[in-house]
């Protein structure tokens, strides 16, 4: 499959814990982008990296969070101090560089905060 | 965060019935995405538009962009069960390689 994988599918944790998220994009794809989805809302835009460099980050993504791409391949999105308002689905999505560049979409990791 | 306006929020159809839905904004926009999303499972694109005025089509969905470049148009033609689920718009304006995605419809099939 070569499609946008993440990792994990779901995650439960208590409040005040940290978590961590992975997302490997197509491989052909420059950009990666985050979004947050909440039940019942489409995705929110969280941040997006063009290669290596983070170019535009959302007032969504408080300093709580935090989102790498450190060889312009894979993606890491870590939050800091879960809090209950942080469960929602995370979602991330590639493509090619380029103006109007179609967002493919992986499955998702849903975050749930007890 | 910011969202586009969908209509309408949900719709009942019966299976081969027309369907017609629609994504506003404020703000100009280049590129219009239309995606279906299934419980528990990202998004899938369905259309891509690039131009204002454009009509494209995939198989029984049909999309517009329209031609003030605020808004953006999806019909599914003959529905079938498998067409339930939830549509979403997503926008691009020049100056950011960023979406911004609509508020979705909900669309259940009634065989």
């Known amino acids: 499959d070569t499609g946008v994988s993440q990792d994990p599918r779901h995650k439960i944790t208590k409040r005040g814990q940290n978590v961590t998220f992975r997302c490997d994009p197509i491989?052909?794809?420059?950009?990666l982008y985050w979004y947050r989805q909440t039940l019942g809302q489409g995705p929110e835009f969280l941040t997006y990296?063009?290669?290596?460099?983070?170019?535009?980050k959302s007032r969504l993504l408080s300093d709580r969070f935090s989102a790498e791409r450190p060889k312009g391949s894979f993606s890491t999105l870590e939050i800091q101090r879960t809090e209950q308002g942080d469960s929602a689905m995370y979602l991330c999505?590639?493509?090619?560089?380029?103006?109007?560049?179609?967002?493919?979409f992986g499955e998702g990791s849903r975050l749930t905060v007890l | 965060g910011q969202q586009l306006n969908q209509s309408p929020q949900s719709m009942f159809i019966q299976e081969g019935e027309d369907v017609s839905m629609n994504c506003t904004s404020s703000?100009?926009?280049?590129?219009w995405l239309w995606y279906k999303q299934d419980p528990g499972e990202g998004p899938v694109l369905l259309i891509a538009?690039?131009?204002?005025?454009e009509l494209t089509s995939n198989g029984r969905l049909t999309a517009q962009f329209g031609i003030t470049r605020k808004d953006s148009f999806l019909n599914i033609s003959a529905s079938i069960p498998s067409d339930v689920g939830i549509y979403f718009c997503a926008g691009q304006s020049s100056g950011t390689y960023k979406y911004i995605f609509g508020t979705g419809t909900r669309l259940k099939v009634l065989a």
């Open positions: 990296f063009q290669n290596e460099a983070q170019l535009e």
């Open positions: 703000s100009i926009f280049n590129t």
């Open positions: 491989s052909e794809h420059n950009r």
């Open positions: 999505a590639s493509s090619l560089i380029g103006p109007g560049g179609e967002l493919f």
């Open positions: 538009l690039y131009k204002a005025g």
